[in-house]
């Protein structure tokens, strides 16, 4: 009893020791957003847009630094990171050199290349001017670009452009440290402290309050700052060097309201991040004064924030106490120093032995903080705290999803150059905007949203039900509207990362290029993205269909830059599929790779609204699932969410529409598994595969996983005909849905007292749904799970109406209300699937009438639908459910079920 209370004791203490004041969340934030920033400008280079790129590099090394050097300074005690935290770090470090090559490499470019004709700025693009920087959503993290993402696996690794290379010959095969830069050829980097983002509560606070140190000097005293700032800060833009005099002192007029006394003393004290710092050999030293120096370039630049750095560079240096003043000349003024890293592992070709090479290196690359050399106890042992790593990188795994909203871009006909880029080479495209018909992205967020493919971040932004304040850039035009943003509707601690793969992530190292390690390899492609230029033609077909497409909202990739954009998302789905299977424990990694190549889903989201009817089925889903996965804290204890929802019912009803409805509304991750998905002819496989399942399903919560055809899984086990293996499946199957409920119901301790800190929830937060047309086939047991079980009857008088009218509400009819009651009353006891099969046969008519002049009859010349169409349809589309069935459907709905008309 006394040994147990210890135990439980100990358990509660562990948790409380693990839970808080992690930066997981925050650098995998932030390394998703410079992995996804990096992704668009690199388009935008390839589209010659160099301006436009050279304000992204700007802002975007900016905001890295400044936000790196924010986490740092919030969670000081880097003993305590976790490995994946370490490695994210570093990750994070290198992208960040990558992109200050990028500015340094852009800015000559453009300063060559002053004016292009043949490719409108942003300026002529934009009348407003905004720059990609503007923004007014948050930047684009490719776990937390997923509201309802449901996920599909592209598992082809030729298209991923294995042997595509990021590299620049021109470079040094390892170029992690960044040569600096004359301080007469620097550029006035104005920088932009402005984090897009705030990490936190404390964090805005320290920011205002860095801000407001550092421009103290200038500040007017208004006395005027409220919580104005926190929910919308004040950013400078950065979109045109000439102007950086105004943004300059509009930066400062903006930064001079911040309360003194809200804010705390903003401190950054390198030395915060070391201790026992004495302990340590000769070695050490040496390397932790590198480092040091390094952090004291952050300092430096924190210091040198909204002022030229060219200028100020000097004075931060001289004021610096930590380092000798001799090893900081040697720091770029351009570049700033963060700590450099070692060259890129060795190669290996399979995913095992990568994953051990990655994990050596990150720990290697860390420099200091590497246990085999740093002697500190506590480094040591979180080197080695592998499982408790996992365990937290569990729920800030990301996913992806991957409907695009890709940016247009016509091939130039004049270009025909084919070489293969890379992310470091000067852009060479021959992809030119020749007619932007689409519009530029308004933000650098959105835009890489959109080349990472999700469709939803437009709408989200009028759309979202989780709102949250975030700094937008300023544009110079409009500098007295300071807008808020919404935070999309993504869950906030989803981060888009492989930490694993972003400590190596941006090596240019040649070598590097030819390993397969498959982590490091998949996110050079996925920010440098080789690109394929052989042919440069436009096929007119294709421009064409490329417009209306775009004009139509519906664009699909067609170019090169598109094409290349699917790779990246492909790439980028495939590391953090690789990252999820390496990170599971006790689950088969072939199972694993298994369940994402044939089962996880992304795109063809479906929204409460796309369905008809059925209020009933769509009321109860949100009750069971979609509020409680958005309100987790809500449904704790007796108020649990149910773990199974069965929707039943006659074929074509909706059921699967109402599943995706839930995925999307509950921006959970959706898996799709069919009987198939699960089977295999080896022994014990299938049970690997549900292990794997509900491993990544939870992994990846909140997550539903659906199951179609449920009677074909979980039949009645009492069949004689019943196969062994069926059986395994379904046991297995029962036993991992089991482990999703607790033990115990409404034994939930947080519940009462409105703690919101329960960080296991999103374990539990998985929801198997299922659908079926024989409910009475179902295993009892299987049935008794599905707590819910919602039948979804044929639609009913007014669901018809609904639908027809959706069904024809973007086509050109002639259809009256009358016409529309008769239709409702004709089509009595059609499914929903039967009136979209009439509606899409009737919109035939007219291009029936025309016959072979189709295809040369102009589009706006082609017959409007009318009711004669219907009529003719109706011939021969007819009712797909027969009144005998629908009879045991009621039956069992009245016994076992409840309505859901
Ligand atoms: N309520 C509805 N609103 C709009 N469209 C519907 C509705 N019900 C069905 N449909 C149409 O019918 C098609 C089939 O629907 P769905 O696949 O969801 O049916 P189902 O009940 O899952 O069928 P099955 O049981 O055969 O799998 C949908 O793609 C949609 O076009």
Redesign the pocket.
């Known amino acids: 009893m006394e040994s147990q209370r210890g135990h439980h004791i100990l358990t509660r203490l562990t948790k409380i020791r693990k839970r808080p004041q992690q930066p997981l969340t925050d650098f995998t934030e932030l390394y998703s957003r410079i992995a996804n920033e990096t992704i668009y400008f690199l388009n935008l280079e390839e589209k010659k847009r160099y301006k436009d790129a050279l304000q992204g590099w700007k802002a975007l090394t900016t905001d890295v630094l400044f936000k790196l050097t924010l986490i740092e300074h919030n969670y000081p005690s880097i003993q305590t990171y976790t490995k994946d935290e370490l490695s994210l770090q570093n990750g994070i470090r290198e992208l960040y050199h990558k992109s200050v090559m990028h500015l340094e490499r852009v800015q000559k470019l453009v300063r060559e290349e002053p004016v292009r004709k043949d490719v409108p700025s942003s300026k002529t693009q934009n009348t407003h001017r905004s720059s990609s920087f503007t923004r007014t959503t948050e930047p684009p993290s490719a776990f937390h670009m997923v509201p309802g993402r449901m996920m599909k696996t592209l598992r082809d690794r030729s298209a991923y452009g294995y042997k595509k290379a990021y590299s620049n010959p021109s470079l040094p095969a390892h170029n992690n440290n960044i040569s600096p830069k004359p301080v007469e050829e620097t550029e006035s980097v104005r920088v932009n402290f402005v984090p897009s983002k705030p990490l936190s509560n404390t964090a805005t606070k320290q920011y205002k309050k860095a801000v407001e140190h550092h421009d103290r000097p200038l500040k007017k005293e208004t006395g005027v700052y409220s919580e104005k700032y926190a929910s919308e800060p004040i950013l400078i833009d950065l979109t045109n060097d000439e102007d950086d005099e105004d943004d300059y002192e509009a930066g400062i007029e903006e930064h001079s309201v911040f309360d003194e006394e809200e804010s705390e003393e903003f401190e950054f004290d390198v030395s915060d991040y070391y201790d026992n710092y004495s302990e340590i050999d000769e070695e050490e030293q040496r390397q932790r004064i590198e480092t040091l120096r390094s952090l004291d370039g952050i300092q430096q630049r924190m210091s040198d924030l909204s002022v030229t750095s060219s200028l100020s560079s000097n004075k931060s240096t001289e004021s610096s106490g930590h380092v000798p003043e001799s090893s900081l000349r040697s720091l770029p003024n351009t570049a700033p120093a963060l700590p450099l890293l070692p060259p890129p592992p060795p190669s290996s070709t399979n995913r095992a032995s990568s994953t051990g090479t990655i994990k050596e290196y990150n720990l290697e690359s860390y420099g200091t903080m590497n246990p085999s050399k740093t002697k500190h106890p506590q480094i040591s042992k979180l080197m080695k705290t592998s499982n408790a790593t996992s365990l937290k990188s569990t729920k800030s795994t990301p996913t992806l999803i991957a409907k695009s909203t890709p940016t247009c871009v016509a091939k130039s006909k004049n270009n025909s150059t084919s070489t293969a880029k890379s992310a470091t080479s000067s852009p060479t495209s021959s992809l030119t905007a020749s007619k932007p018909t689409l519009q530029k992205p308004r933000t650098a967020a959105m835009a890489a949203k959109k080349v990472l493919g999700n469709r939803k971040v437009v709408n989200n932004l009028t759309n979202n039900t989780v709102k949250k304040t975030r700094p937008v850039l300023k544009s110079k035009t409009t500098k007295s509207s300071v807008s808020s943003l919404k935070k999309t509707s993504i869950h906030p601690s989803r981060p888009a990362i492989n930490p694993k793969a972003s400590s190596q992530s941006t090596s240019s190292n040649k070598k590097l290029m030819k390993t397969s390690n498959a982590s490091v390899n998949k996110v050079n492609r996925q920010v440098s993205a080789p690109k394929k230029t052989e042919s440069s033609k436009v096929d007119p077909a294709k421009a064409d269909s490329t417009k209306s497409e775009l004009t139509t909202g519906n664009a699909t990739p067609l170019t090169e830059g598109n094409e290349d954009s699917e790779v990246d998302k492909k790439a980028l789905r495939e590391i953090l599929e690789d990252e999820i299977i390496d990170s599971l424990q006790g689950v088969d990694k072939q199972a694993a790779e298994q369940i994402f190549a044939e089962i996880v889903v992304h795109g063809d989201e479906v929204h409460w609204d796309?369905?008809?009817?059925?209020e009933s089925a769509k009321y109860s889903l949100k009750e069971a699932v979609v509020y409680p996965f958005l309100r987790p804290d809500l449904f704790r204890g007796l108020r649990e969410p149910v773990r199974g929802m069965l929707?039943f019912?006659?074929?074509?009803?909706?059921?699967?529409?109402?599943?995706?409805a839930v995925a999307t509304e509950s921006r959970s991750t959706f898996f799709s598994i069919s009987a198939s998905s699960l089977t295999s002819k080896y022994l014990g496989e299938s049970e690997k595969l549900v292990r794997a399942l509900f491993a990544i399903a939870k992994k990846l919560s909140p997550s539903i996983v659906f199951v179609?055809?449920i009677d074909s899984i979980m039949g009645s086990r009492n069949n004689e005909n019943e196969n062994e293996s069926s059986r395994r499946i379904k046991n297995e199957f029962l036993v991992q849905w089991s482990s999703l409920s607790s033990a115990a119901a409404g034994s939930n301790k947080n519940e009462g007292t409105g703690s919101n800190n329960n960080n296991d929830e999103d374990d539990t937060r998985v929801l198997v749904l299922a659908?079926?047309?024989l409910p009475w086939s179902i295993d009892e047991a299987a049935r008794r799970r599905f707590v819910r079980r919602q039948y979804?009857p044929l639609?009913e008088d007014q669901?018809r109406y609904?639908?027809l009218k959706?069904?024809l509400s973007y086509q050109k009819h002639t259809l009256t209300d009358l016409d529309f009651d008769e239709l409702v009353k004709i089509t009595e006891g059609f499914?929903?699937?039967?009136?979209?099969?009439l509606a899409k046969d009737a919109a035939m008519g007219p291009l029936r009438d025309l016959g072979d002049k189709l295809l040369e009859t102009d589009r706006d010349m082609i017959r409007p639908i009318g009711l004669v169409d219907f009529k003719s349809s109706l011939q021969y589309i007819k009712p797909s459910v027969s009144q005998d069935g629908l009879v045991k459907y009621e039956e069992w709905a009245s016994q076992f079920g409840s309505s859901g008309s």
């Not at 796309?610 to 059925?614: K, N, T």
């Not at 019912?649 to 995706?660: E, I, N, S, V």
Request: aromatic fraction near 0%; avoid cysteine.
């Open positions: 796309d369905i008809a009817g059925l929707l019912g006659p074929p074509g009803t909706g059921k699967t529409m109402l599943a995706r179609d055809e659908a079926t047309n979804i639609p669901t609904v639908q959706k069904l499914s929903g699937s039967d009136i979209t099969s």
